[in-house]
Nanobody, 122 residues
Framework: QVQLVESGGGLVQAGGSLRLSCAAS????????MGWDRQAPGKQRELVAR???????NYADSVKGRFTVSRDNAKNTVYLQMNSLKPEDTAVYYC????????????????WGQGTQVTVSS
């Protein structure tokens, strides 16, 4: 089994910053892409940012220039640095990781964290 544990959420004023962390543990042979999605009340879950094992990134248009995704492959950890936060960034943020649990497997399975609340006040 694989577990993803997030930390770093909280309450911040508009214009402020937060840094989310997500550490993967368990039966891990390798991790391909890692990333963050978010879900605001009454809205569908949406992609925020993803990063491949090689460091290529992609972002939602709404966060480009404000958020930065990074990872530490040695620690199986992904980070999301969020700057210039806006009230519309308020959501539960979920990390995810595409994990290969055995060398003999040719596929990965996407695991999810439990979610961490980010609230931005105006």
């Amino acid at each position: 089994q694989v577990q993803l544990v997030e930390s770093g959420g909280g309450l911040v004023q508009a214009g402020g910053s937060l840094r989310l962390s997500c550490a993967a543990s368990g039966t891990i042979f390798s991790i391909n892409a890692m990333g963050w999605d978010r879900q605001a009340p009454g809205k569908q879950r949406e992609l925020v940012a993803r990063i491949t094992s090689g460091g290529s990134t992609n972002y939602a248009d709404s966060v480009k220039g404000r958020f930065t995704v990074s990872r530490d492959n040695a620690k199986n950890t992904v980070y999301l640095q969020m700057n210039s936060l806006k009230p519309e960034d308020t959501a539960v943020y979920y990390c995810n990781a595409d994990v290969k649990t055995s060398e003999s497997y040719s596929y990965t399975f996407r695991y999810w964290g439990q979610g961490t609340q980010v609230t931005v006040s105006s």
